[in-house]
């Protein structure tokens, strides 16, 4: 919501806003940012919605019940999802790209938005993570209106097929299908609805589950591969380092070396994908490749957030299978005993990939590492809760690592504070609960 805010802004329009987090006086520092803004905040308590306020734009989480949507009705004001106002501002651009993605999206599209911002070509972005090399001038750097004619934005499918199909893109990224919010039927379903409409797919060819659904595609296609696959674009030759990676990328009749300054060989395909989307708006490889080695990352993409008595504390935005898999996977290609905090993101999501949670990371722990987690994050409304973290503990219990269930983060900041030793490091991983970065920071001292 908040880089949508910031866009509608920027391109001049009044905008005011609530939200539950504001009244709970979670993350105080967010939301005096937000209003420094020029963006008015009111209590959730419907006293925001008046008949001079064009719609009101909420996310998939407010319900009905809530006092702005229920006046909004009285008063006859239109309601979008935000999904809706996205694609709307998106297809009026002129140049339109669009990055998917069941992971890495997030980071391919910020690469994507840093490789043209830098290069001149004024992009407008919507990205879903703050830009970590533009935080001193803007500690909430997720978004903004440049004054070019590309409209560049992170494609969540999460919003579902009926309004992902919705996206004109003239240059669509897909840079995985694996399982996250829904089943993986309506994945492939509402993956293919998306590329249909594209003129350039930029695919993944590491990927089968999107080269399958490309497979009857008519448009321009550009591929991209880190394991040694057929591709338009190729990286080999890795030489990994805990903060950072390099590579040798071959593609368009060109070589060069790719440095990067964000850790993994997840993020060296994440590059490439961003590579071929400035190939396609005209940018060299080699300008390209030089533009990234400037890239610091996104906030919480294995976030180093400090280190005290030779001990690392990481903040990491992973919350599904893939995403763990990446980050502990590239974690444990360095040593040091890992102490993990995950914080699941939603009770309907543990429902539909809490097997695959658990075998996740279980896949990619030690046996000397630990896993510690509490019920998921719950900011008020209605939801199932039927099934909860315990599952997940028990299914990496029963796959021979240590996990455990605690009340709440203070018993597993005792617990994690009591055993932790110089060498080792804390990993606090989940979605959509801005306190994360608190706690990661408050083993800091």
Not at 208 to 227: C, H, M
Not at 252 to 269: A, C
Request: glycine share 10%; hydrophobic share 40%.
């Amino acid at each position: 919501m908040l880089p949508l805010a910031i866009i509608l802004r920027g391109m001049g329009h009044r905008v005011s806003g609530s939200d539950r987090s504001f009244d709970q006086e979670r993350t105080p520092q967010k939301f005096s940012w937000i209003e420094g803004q020029g963006i008015k905040l009111y209590p959730q308590d419907g006293s925001g919605v008046t008949q001079g306020v064009d719609f009101v734009v909420i996310s998939k989480a407010v319900e009905d019940t809530v006092p702005d949507i229920v006046e909004s009705k009285r008063l006859g004001v239109p309601v979008k999802l935000r999904v809706d106002m996205l694609v709307e501002l998106f297809n009026a651009a002129k140049t339109r790209i669009a990055v998917a993605g069941t992971s890495g999206k997030t980071t391919t599209t910020g690469m994507a938005a840093f490789l043209l911002k830098e290069g001149g070509r004024e992009p407008t972005v919507m990205n879903g993570g703050i830009f970590k090399n533009y935080m001193a001038e803007n500690p909430y750097s997720t978004a903004f209106v440049g004054g070019g004619d590309i409209f560049l934005t992170e494609m969540d499918e999460s919003d579902g097929i009926d309004h992902v199909v919705r996206y004109n893109p003239d240059i669509a990224v897909i840079h995985n299908i694996t399982l996250d919010h829904q089943p993986m039927e309506e994945l492939r379903a509402m993956f293919e609805g998306f590329l249909a409409k594209t003129k350039t797919a930029i695919l993944n060819a590491d990927d089968d589950n999107v080269l399958e659904i490309a497979r009857g595609f008519k448009g321009r296609v550009i591929t991209y591969s880190t394991n040694g696959k057929e591709a338009d674009i190729r990286a080999g030759d890795f030489f990994p380092s805990s903060d950072g990676i390099t590579a040798k990328l071959s593609a368009f009749g060109e070589t060069v070396i790719l440095n990067l300054r964000v850790p993994g060989q997840h993020n060296i395909s994440n590059a490439l994908a961003a590579l071929c989307i400035a190939k396609s708006v005209g940018m060299g490889l080699e300008e390209g490749a030089e533009i990234l080695s400037r890239f610091t990352g996104i906030k919480r993409r294995m976030d180093v957030v400090g280190q005290k008595n030779g001990v690392t504390v990481i903040d990491d935005f992973a919350h599904n299978p893939d995403k763990i898999a990446a980050t502990l996977g590239t974690l444990k290609e360095f040593s040091g005993r890992l102490y993990i905090f995950f914080q699941p993101h939603g009770y309907g999501f543990l429902k539909v990939v809490g097997p695959e949670l658990g075998a996740a990371f279980a896949a990619h722990m030690g046996a000397q590492d630990q896993l510690y987690m509490v019920e998921p994050f719950y900011a008020g409304g209605t939801v199932d809760k039927s099934v909860g973290a315990q599952s997940v503990v028990d299914d990496v219990v029963a796959r021979g690592r240590q996990a455990f269930l605690m009340k709440d983060r203070e018993a597993v900041y005792n617990a994690i504070t009591s055993h932790i030793k110089a060498g080792d490091r804390i990993v606090v991983m989940g979605a959509r609960d801005d306190t994360l970065s608190e706690f990661a920071k408050s083993f800091l001292g």
